[in-house]
């Protein structure tokens, strides 16, 4: 049974940049290049072969786990430091702008890192560059938790998050070219089901390190855990997860091109032009400083009093986002391989779904950062009662990330954007619940805003993905969800340094409500931070309104979406039955 492009819309994964579809020389199970013979009884065509002294029948049962294990670690490891914040706070004497960095320097090095890290997957093998992505999480993670300074810490969080781009691009490709049809669409729902349970529980399972305290490690050991996870998982993938990368004539040029002779496409590759899994370094470099030239004044400037270079950061960062795009532009006309197919852009689904996504994630990882500091600064919660209070979020995140999927089959963007003013409307709750319940108030009134955020966050994020890739061509498929992955990362970035300046300068304020850095002017600092935070999310409902329309009679009978091309679009070609990534998933996002 082929899985419909609806039912992966709705199923939770994050589809990487590396899988094309229909690419004839995608080396997976049930499908070979002409020039590779036929696999042996019992091996997966165009796979590695096991190992001698591997048991085909254990290892087709722990490669799932050792995936998923993978992807659970980059998840939990984003948020579940929130909690652990005003620990780390006390231990390292960390300044506000450092614990930005903490939280802002993950999402930044992940989102830049998927960039070219599926790209890497495809030349030099998936399972290859998951097991050396999940080493150096390991030990970064150990530089983590063994850091006696807030400038470790930042350095090993950066580490991480590089180390997490490597691994998390290939979680997906590996999942995609070994499976096909219904098997591969449960892999899926399991992949995303991972990622919700980890965003859901890392709030608690921090609280619960923190205040456990074991062997006097607090805070620590929300790092440190991951060392025997991550040893046993590097020791498992050689014997449990097959091989698998891209090949063909493409990758050959590609070869070529470095040697020095002709790189140039000669008509090989994934059938579009463009070649194979060539690296577009100059273009991962101009994303990457512009990214940073755009993030570091944000959270530098306000301690700085905003010095000229802050401007002449951002500045750059419009320069160097330019020179990025007419570096694309330039790669595609020569037959290269772009980061990001310019022909993309003139697909409206994408264009307004990356924007959208975009602003729309700004207000995610910073509004996990400014409520922790609320709860455990301002209301004098311990770390473990702090993660207990943010279950409530995400048991509303929960219920409709599962219960939304028929809503957004039937409605589209509008379920989209519902959900959006859904998340705007609790956060205006939450400022007035903040205001009236102050330091001292009954906590149990922030149950209610809660319930609605979450809520509004799983209608959004869960299908979000998905109903964008439902407007873009299949060819564009892989790309896309690699590019909307890459932007959830950046917008949480952009967004904790956004929020910081709001949040931290309120807290500042010496002529503030209460004094600067007082217990008391925490209510009121994220009570004007919810004021960008509700913005972002209005913002985002009306982008998602400017998406493509599904047709009515889809809508009505539940039929897959194809939305209605725009008047001179080419209209998407249908894609290949149990081709990998040729019905995308959409990314079950995390709350």
Known sequence: MTATRDELALTPASPPIGVRPGNPHERQQGARPPSVPAARPGHAAGLAEPRHGREPGLARLLELPVLL???????????????????????????????????????????????????????????????????????????????????????????????????????????????????????????????????????????????????????????????????????????????SRLDGPARVAGRKAVAGGDGDDDGGGDGDGRGGAGLDLVGATLATVALVAAVLPLVQGRDAGWPLWTWLCFAGAAVLLAAFGVHQRWMARHGRMPLVDPALFRERAFTVGLLAGLVFFTGIASLFLVLALYLQNGLGLDALRAGLVFTQLAVGYLVTSFAGGPLVRRFGRAALAAGALEMAAGLGLLALVAHHVGTGGPIGLLTPPLLIIGAGMGMVMAPLIGVILAGVAPRHAGTASGMLATAQQVGNALGVAIVGVIFFGALSRPGGPAGADSSEAYPHALVLSIGYLAAASVTSAALLMLLPAARRSDAETGAPRRPIPDQGAATPRPSAPDTPSSVPAGWRGTP
């Open 69 to 243: 294990a993978g992807i659970f670690m980059i998840i939990l490891d984003f948020f579940i430091v929130n909690v652990a914040i005003p620990s780390m706070q006390a231990d390292l004497g960390a300044s506000q702008t450092a614990i930005q960095w903490v939280v802002a320097g993950f999402g930044l090095a992940l989102g830049c890192g998927q960039i070219i890290g599926g790209r890497l997957g495809d030349s030099y093998g998936r399972r290859r560059l998951f097991t050396l992505g999940m080493a150096l999480f390991t030990v970064a993670s150990a530089v983590c938790g063994l850091a006696d300074s807030s400038e470790t810490l930042i350095v090993g969080r950066v580490a991480q998050g590089l180390a997490a781009a490597l691994m998390s691009p290939q979680i997906l490709s590996i999942i995609s070219v070994s499976r096909v049809g219904a098997r591969r669409a449960r892999a899926v729902a399991a992949y995303g089901t991972t990622m919700g349970m980890a965003a859901a529980c890392g709030q608690l399972i921090g609280g619960a390190l923190t205040q456990a305290d074991v062997a006097g490690l607090g805070w620590r050991a929300c790092f440190l855990i991951n060392v025997p996870i991550g040893v046993a998982v590097v020791v498992l993938a050689p014997r449990a997860v097959r091989e």
